[in-house]
């Protein structure tokens, strides 16, 4: 049985940083293509950025340059980490996996893909 946890989470300043943890178990992260989500109040769920192919990063416009997305085989974990953060990054991050490390990249962005979900950590960016 795949389990993702997340970790990380807090408050911060605006230009602030904080760097989000996703432990797996159940699947060893190189073989499954995992991903960032969040969901701000009153708002859907987006994606943020995705690990596939064990190597190949991928993000949403309103964090590329800022947030880097980075897997530690070892400890079989994603990390998520963000730089220069706005108030507007505010909101429940999650993630999220796909058991298949070759997804295509139009299917990395569709969350109903994904197969295991974290229980989500809230990070709150404060003006």
């Known amino acids: 049985q795949v389990q993702l946890v997340e970790s990380g989470g807090g408050l911060v300043q605006a230009g602030g940083s904080l760097r989000l943890s996703c432990a797996a178990s159940g699947r060893t992260i190189t073989s499954a293509a995992i991903s960032w989500f969040r969901q701000a109040p009153g708002k859907e769920r987006e994606f943020v950025a995705g690990?596939?192919?064990?190597?190949?990063?991928h993000y949403s416009d309103s964090v590329k340059g800022r947030f880097t997305i980075s897997g530690d085989n070892a400890k079989n974990t994603v990390y998520l980490q963000m730089n220069s953060l706005k108030p507007e990054d505010t909101a429940v991050y999650y993630c999220?996996?796909?058991?298949?490390?070759?997804?295509?990249?139009?299917?990395?962005?569709?969350?109903?893909?994904?197969?295991?979900w974290g229980q989500g950590t809230q990070v709150t960016v404060s003006s």
């Open positions: 999220a996996l796909i058991s298949n490390a070759q997804t295509i990249l139009s299917v990395l962005f569709t969350e109903s893909a994904y197969e295991y």
């Open positions: 690990l596939r192919r064990r190597t190949s990063t």
